[in-house]
Every structure is written in structure tokens, then in C-alpha cells.
């Protein structure tokens, strides 16, 4: 009949091996010299060079004969023809020999272009078990970190551990994002709205029922992930673009509330007087009954901050713990899915209504610890540290650091946030550019450069390989080029 | 009597969809066998694939009855479940698929489908792809996710289970050997039979195969046709597809449908489609008049 033509309604694809032809064409067309010579050994190089210089140099010899060599000079009653032969040779030596060097070190052929092998220069492939010890080393830093500080830069140690506090908070709340935008692909330009609705209920349980910070931490987390869900909820049908401007809008509705709703949020002043979380009922005051006194140490104002720094460090690796894991279990598999395609998903039956609010609630709850955090470290909350720069900046945490990967958050979330704190130590550069010139100021600048750098460097962040669920003999990475990036 | 009129387990009444003023589907009537291979076939724009979307509710028909009986007893109740204006009997035997959406299709009358345009999860491996299909399954066997998370025995249990079903699959379309890739690296044919292997995965009742044949050379068209017959004899399940390679309709099918214009013009054996005038016509568009001259000739 007339449509049996094998493959007939297959236009749209292509033979295997048509790509590899493809591919193999572009690299014979790369790179071409100005003339299309294909040495194939290095003498033959060197010879083809020299008989290429030769000729040039023999054309320079014939135009510059004539128009060097030779000049008119107005003698008496006549003209008389002045022989210049050194200017001559000089020119054709140094198209010679400047012809002879950018055959040998500029014009090889196949050259691949500069973009391409400053990438392959920079690409780091590391070996799986370096990239164990990576971590491991990450791990050892965090773990040590407080004690690191007050060994080596005993005079900045309070600066640089709270400056440690901030850095866990921002990969709390980048490890929370990415279940949302890393794993399920629903861009979501309002996470700031969860970190809000943490740090508010946390503030206003513990003022107004006065619960210890263990109980109330829990409590904020769910009163954060139920939002989670009613944001989700009005959402789900919602993709891409559009989704994007529905949660920033979210987040803005939650900050104005925020100000507006004055008898429970005390408004644009903020709530202050936030208790703080003690050491098994030990609180970090000077005299008797503190922290100090009980061990028996000398009362520094540091110890409180040491002792936020591994609360936060403990609630980061639980969180750590519950995604990787998530990421093994069936919900996780099918938030992948659903950024990969939406559509195979619903055919496989899997609901995704559920699965889209189960990534917004658990994203949402981990943002929401970080709130209750935040508070409790700050001891002052206001609506103006929830605007859309927050959103912002997680989002460029999770993007910069490669949507998905836990590891390439804490990289991003040390260069984002450290790196700011960092530039303000460049008064250095003074003695470069004279006493006129305060660098400190360029320091965003400087900064905004670096990240453009970095997304041109690697367009699909820090470490844009994703790691299999599952695996039957080895677990090999997926290359990023592969890996969706969810529409919504 | 044929099977599909004495034990269909899919089938179509009065289907008609409506797309603004285009008439895709119109009054459709059709059944599917149960254990048979049922192939929907016409010209391009017939209504196949649309007929298809209606079947595994991406689509709600705008009129008709789409009803899948899980056994043959359950069939009888089905004038009583469409008066109760419930989605099926509640004995879970019996499904009316235009009043379900896509996800329920799928996990509770267990209809799987694989799409014209393949759709795998390319940044996911085979085994991976092979997992989330038996999403449901293994969503039970972590207790929603809680017992997962705390690791305990019984969640192991089920992973064992469903990474043995993946391997078994695995095996069966030969790509044992490429189970860690991501599935995007796959050749086109390896990404074809992936798909209907990630829709065995699902164990469904139904599996609805919309153009399996499209790309593949003419030695990946023999084994795909092996492939669906091992299906249909080893596993219990009714396979329908669209398919525009005849060599593969003919060979495999017990029962062809041919759509036209979104209308039925015949139904039968693969013998009786093959001789019949009204599909000659369709396929190669002559006047009714001139059909039997038509026909001599292919004959002859």
C-alpha cells in the first residue's frame, strides 16, 4: 500500500552515526589556515613554512624593488636614479621571517578556536575518588571551621565564624531551593516568602507561648512547607515563564503582609527580643548559671556564636541527609521525571499534582528552618530582609552552583556570599591605583564580572553532572547537556 | 464470532471529538480483543492518534463511551456504572476512561502508552527510566515515601523487586548492557524499544503503542514484530497500535481498524482489511465507482 515505505513518517530523524558525520565534518573545517596546506610531519611543516615565506618574501622583493629600492633625486637639469638596497633587504627579511613565524605558531592548521581550548584548559575532570575526598575535605572544614578560625586569625575570629553562619544559612536555603528548581524544574522566584514565613513564626511562637527553640524549629518548618503547598496549589498548572511570575509574585504578597498586618507582625518595625536557643537549658550569659560558668570556662561572647554555627551545621547535613535520600526514593525519581517531561510522567501514572507540592512543601520546610534560624540569630526580624534580592541571590546559588548538585551549592554559596564579605578586604589595590581610589567600592562591580566569567566558563554551573539514582554495574555521571531543565 | 465482539476488553462507543468547528473523531465505534494485537490504521489526519488521546485521557472526548473491562464477567455491569455517573464499578474490574484523567488511567485501569515522538526521560539512565515507571509501585513499598526514609526492610524488599522487573525487561529489549547510560545516548531504534519496555514496566492491562515502527530499518521492524508477539503470548495484556508500516500490521495483528476521516470504514482480520474496496480507495483515493477496477488490478 501507498505507506509502506519503512520510515517513511520519520523525517525528523536520523540515522545513528549521522551526528559523528556531522561532527567530523565541522572539525576538518576548523580552524583553516589562509592556505590549505595538511602537513604530516614536522620537517614537512618547516619545509612547506619556508617555501611559503620564500614566495611572500619574493613578492615583497618584487613590489618593494621598485618602490624602495629605487628613488628619483632632481639633479642638475635632470633626474637621477638612487639605488636603496638595504631598506629592501630589511623589508624582505621581516616579511620572511615574520611570515616563517606565523606559519610555524599562529596559522596551524586544525587550530581549534580560542574559546574551545581555553575550555578544555580549564575543565576539571576529576576522578570519582577525588571528588569523594572533596567532600570529605568540605565536610572536615565545616566540621572544624570555629576552631580553624580562632587558631589562625584569632583577631577577626567573631567576623569570620558569623560570616561562616551566614555562609550555612545561604546553603540551607540553596539546598532547599534546588529540590524546587534543581530536581522537579519549576522555576520559583519567590523562596524568600518561605524563609519568611520561618523566621515570623518562629519569632512569634517563641514570644508569644515562649516554646524553646526545639520545639518551635519544627513548627515553623511545617507552618512553611503548608505554605509551601498553598503557593503550589494555584501554581501547578502553571509552567515556565509564567510560574516564574506567579511565585515572585508570592513572595512580594507575603512581605507586604508582612508590613501591613501591624497587630500580629508589629509591621515595618519588626519584631525584637527574639529568644535565643540555649545549650540544654544553659544559656550563653555571663555569670553564674551560663554556659561558661558551668563548665567552669572563662565567658566569651564567641561561644554563642560557635554554638550557632553547629546548629546550623547540624540542620545542614540533615538536610543534606533527608535530600540525598529523597532523591533514592520513588518522590524524588518522579521530580527528576517531571522536569524531564511532564507528559511521560502522567502516562506512567504518576500524579503530578502530588509530586509538584511535595517538592514546594519540602523546599518550603527547609527554607522555613532557615527562617526560624535566622531569627533566632539575628534576635530582630523586620519584612526588609525578606525582599526579592534574597530570592535573588539564592537563586543565583543554585544556578551558579548547577542545578541539582548539593555539592555545587556549598562551592557556589562559599564564592557567592564569602566572596562579597571577602572583597571588602581589597584596600590593597590603593596602593595600585593611588590614595584617590577606594576599591571597596568597585566591590559588586568586581563581583558581578566574576559570576558573568564563571556562567560564560561553565554555562550549567560549577558542577553540571548529575549523578544516577540507580545504577546496575556503575554508576556513571550524566552529563549536563543532557539533563533537562524543566519548562515549569 | 471474533474475540473482539465476544470479549472485547476495550471498547469505543460513539466516540466523537471536536476541536472548535474540525470534527477529528466522529461517531466512532470499535472494539479491541481481549489478548489480542488490535492495529488502528488510515491515511495521515485519519483521527488515529487523536482516537488515542481520547483512550488514555489526555484528550475528554466531547462525546462517546470509552469503556476497558478487566474481565469479561464485568462487562454486564456497564449499562449500570454509566447510569451511576461514577468513573467505574467499584470492584476495580471495569473503567470508563472519558471520565478519568490521564494520571488515573494510567495507575488505577492500567493503560500505558508510548508516543509518537519518542518521550523518555534523556537525562535520566535506561534503569532509571525504568524505575519511575513503576512509580506507583514503589511508592507503596516505601510507605509513601516514610518507610524510604528511614530505611527499613520492607522498602528494600520492594526496590529488589522492581529493579528485578527493570532487569528482566532489560534483557528482553537487549539493553542490559547500556543500563547506566542516560537514555538521550541511546540510537533511535534502542530509544523505541526502551519506551515500550518502560511501558511493560507499569505492568499495565492495556498498552496503547502509537506508531512503534516509525524510524526503524527493516531488520528493527522484525524484531519489534517478534517483540510484540512475545509480549502478547507471555504476559497477560492487549496491545492496540497505530502503525503506518504494513509489513509490521499485517504480520502481528489479529484485528485491524482503518479510520478515515475520523470515521470507521472497516474493521476486520488482516484479510478482510487487505481486500476490502473502501480502504483501497481511502489509501489510494479513487471515486467509489472506480474502486473494482482498482482492485482487479492490485490483485492481479
Redesign the interface.
Known amino acids: 500500500?501507498?505507506?509502506?515505505v519503512?520510515?517513511?513518517?520519520?523525517l525528523?530523524?536520523?540515522?545513528?552515526g549521522a551526528e559523528i558525520e556531522d561532527e567530523n565534518r565541522d572539525a576538518a573545517m576548523a580552524g583553516e589556515p589562509p592556505f590549505k596546506i595538511h602537513p604530516t610531519a614536522k620537517q614537512d611543516q618547516l619545509a612547506a613554512a619556508i617555501k611559503e615565506a620564500a614566495i611572500a618574501a619574493v613578492v615583497t622583493l618584487a613590489l618593494a624593488g621598485p618602490l624602495i629600492g629605487l628613488k628619483t633625486e632632481p639633479a642638475i637639469g635632470t633626474l637621477a636614479l638612487e639605488q636603496r638596497w638595504l631598506p629592501v633587504a630589511v623589508a624582505v627579511a621581516i616579511v620572511f621571517v615574520g611570515r616563517l613565524l606565523l606559519r610555524l605558531f599562529v596559522w596551524r592548521p586544525r587550530m581549534p578556536g580560542p574559546a574551545a581550548a581555553w575550555r578544555s584548559r580549564l575543565t576539571v575532570t576529576l576522578p570519582p575518588v577525588t571528588g569523594r575526598l572533596a567532600v570529605g575535605a568540605l565536610f572536615l572544614v565545616g566540621l572544624f571551621l570555629p576552631f580553624l578560625v580562632l587558631g589562625f586569625f584569632p583577631a577577626h575570629s567573631r567576623q569570620y565564624v558569623d560570616l561562616g553562619v551566614l555562609i550555612l544559612t545561604y546553603i540551607m536555603l540553596g539546598w532547599g531551593l534546588n529540590i524546587v528548581v534543581g530536581l522537579a524544574g519549576l522555576l520559583d522566584l519567590g523562596y524568600v516568602a518561605f524563609y519568611a514565613v520561618g523566621a515570623y513564626s518562629y519569632a512569634l511562637i517563641a514570644l508569644h507561648f515562649g516554646w524553646s527553640f526545639w520545639i518551635s524549629l519544627p513548627v515553623a518548618g511545617l507552618l512553611a512547607a503548608l505554605w509551601g503547598i498553598a503557593l503550589g496549589f494555584p501554581v501547578l498548572r502553571l509552567r515556565g515563564d509564567y510560574l516564574a511570575i506567579v511565585t515572585l509574585a508570592f513572595g512580594e504578597i507575603i512581605r507586604l503582609v508582612l508590613i501591613n498586618w501591624q497587630e500580629l507582625t508589629n509591621g515595618p518595625v519588626g519584631l525584637s527580643r527574639i529568644p535565643r536557643p540555649s545549650f540544654f537549658g544553659l544559656e550563653f550569659t555571663p555569670g553564674p548559671g551560663g554556659f561558661a560558668d558551668y563548665f567552669g570556662i572563662e565567658y566569651k561572647p564567641i561561644q554563642r556564636i560557635i554554638f550557632f554555627y553547629y546548629i546550623l551545621f547540624a540542620l545542614a547535613l540533615f538536610t543534606n541527609f533527608?535530600t540525598m535520600?529523597?532523591r533514592r526514593?520513588?518522590?524524588g525519581?518522579?521530580w527528576?521525571?517531571l522536569r524531564?517531561?511532564e507528559?511521560?510522567?502522567?502516562?506512567?501514572?504518576?500524579?503530578?499534582t502530588n509530586t509538584k507540592l511535595?517538592a514546594f512543601a519540602i523546599g518550603a520546610m527547609f527554607g522555613g528552618f532557615a527562617g526560624s534560624f535566622f531569627a533566632t540569630r539575628q534576635g530582630f526580624i523586620s519584612p526588609e530582609s525578606f525582599n526579592f534580592t534574597e530570592s535573588a541571590t539564592i537563586l543565583a546559588i543554585v544556578v551558579l552552583g548547577g542545578l541539582g548538585s548539593q555539592i555545587g551549592i556549598v562551592i557556589s554559596a562559599v564564592f557567592l556570599i564569602g566572596g562579597i564579605e571577602m572583597l571588602r578586604n581589597i584596600g590593597f589595590l590603593t596602593a595600585i591605583f593611588g590614595p584617590g581610589f577606594d576599591p571597596t567600592q568597585y566591590r559588586l562591580l568586581i563581583f558581578g564580572l566574576a559570576i558573568v566569567f564563571i556562567m560564560v566558563w561553565r554555562p550549567r554551573g560549577l558542577i553540571a553532572t548529575?549523578l544516577?539514582?540507580?545504577?546496575?554495574?556503575?554508576?556513571?555521571t550524566?552529563?549536563g547537556e543532557?539533563?533537562?531543565e524543566g519548562r515549569g | 464470532m471474533s474475540r473482539w465482539l465476544s470479549d472485547p476488553i476495550l471498547s469505543v462507543e460513539h466516540l466523537t471529538m471536536r476541536f472548535g468547528g474540525l470534527i477529528a473523531v466522529d461517531d466512532l465505534d470499535f472494539q479491541a480483543g481481549r489478548g489480542d494485537i488490535t492495529a488502528l490504521i488510515g491515511?495521515?489526519g485519519a483521527g488515529k492518534t487523536t482516537v488515542f488521546n481520547c483512550i488514555?485521557g489526555?484528550y475528554k472526548p466531547t462525546e462517546g463511551r470509552i469503556a476497558l473491562a478487566l474481565n469479561a464477567e464485568s462487562r454486564g455491569k456497564l449499562d449500570d456504572v454509566t447510569a451511576t455517573g461514577r468513573r467505574g464499578a467499584a470492584d476495580r474490574n471495569l473503567f470508563l476512561l472519558e471520565r478519568m484523567p490521564?494520571?488515573?488511567i494510567?495507575?488505577r485501569a492500567r493503560v500505558?502508552?508510548t508516543?509518537q515522538?519518542i518521550?523518555?526521560?534523556?537525562?535520566?539512565?535506561v534503569?532509571?527510566n525504568l524505575?519511575?515507571?513503576?512509580?506507583?509501585f514503589?511508592?507503596k513499598a516505601?510507605g509513601y515515601?516514610v518507610r524510604?526514609?528511614l530505611?527499613l526492610s520492607a522498602y528494600r524488599a520492594g526496590v529488589a523487586e522492581a529493579?528485578d522487573r527493570a532487569?528482566y525487561w532489560?534483557d528482553r529489549v537487549e539493553l542490559?548492557d547500556r543500563?547506566?547510560?542516560?537514555a538521550?545516548?541511546l540510537?533511535?531504534?534502542a530509544q523505541r524499544r526502551l519506551e515500550i519496555a518502560?511501558?511493560m514496566c507499569?505492568e499495565p492491562k492495556l498498552l496503547c503503542l502509537d506508531?512503534p515502527?516509525?524510524?526503524?530499518?527493516?531488520r528493527e521492524?522484525a524484531d519489534l514484530n517478534r517483540f510484540l508477539q512475545f509480549i502478547r503470548d507471555n504476559h497477560d495484556l492487549s496491545i492496540l497500535l497505530i502503525e503506518?508500516?504494513?509489513?509490521v500490521v499485517m504480520e502481528i495483528s489479529d484485528h485491524i481498524v482503518v479510520l478515515d476521516y475520523g470515521e470507521r470504514i472497516s474493521d476486520g482480520s488482516p484479510e478482510q482489511v487487505r481486500t476490502d474496496p473502501r480502504v483501497?480507495a481511502a489509501?489510494?483515493g479513487v471515486e467509489d465507482a472506480e474502486v473494482d477496477t482498482v482492485e482487479q488490478e492490485i490483485s492481479a
Open positions: 500500500m501507498a505507506n509502506s519503512p520510515g517513511g513518517s520519520a525528523d530523524t536520523r540515522p545513528p533527608v535520600r529523597l526514593l520513588p518522590v525519581r518522579a527528576e521525571a524531564e517531561d507528559i511521560a510522567c502522567r502516562s506512567l501514572g504518576i500524579n503530578t511535595t548529575r544516577p539514582s540507580v545504577f546496575l554495574k556503575e554508576r556513571r550524566v552529563s543532557l539533563v533537562g | 491515511p495521515n488514555t489526555f490521564d494520571v488515573e494510567a495507575q500505558a502508552r508516543f515522538n518521550r523518555l526521560f534523556g537525562g535520566m539512565t534503569l532509571e524505575m519511575v515507571a513503576q512509580h506507583n514503589l511508592m516505601s515515601s524510604g526514609l530505611g529493579l532487569k532489560l542490559t543500563a547506566d547510560d542516560p538521550s545516548d540510537p533511535y531504534g518502560r511501558a507499569a506508531e515502527a516509525a524510524g526503524l530499518n527493516p521492524s503506518h508500516d504494513m509489513g483501497i489509501y489510494l
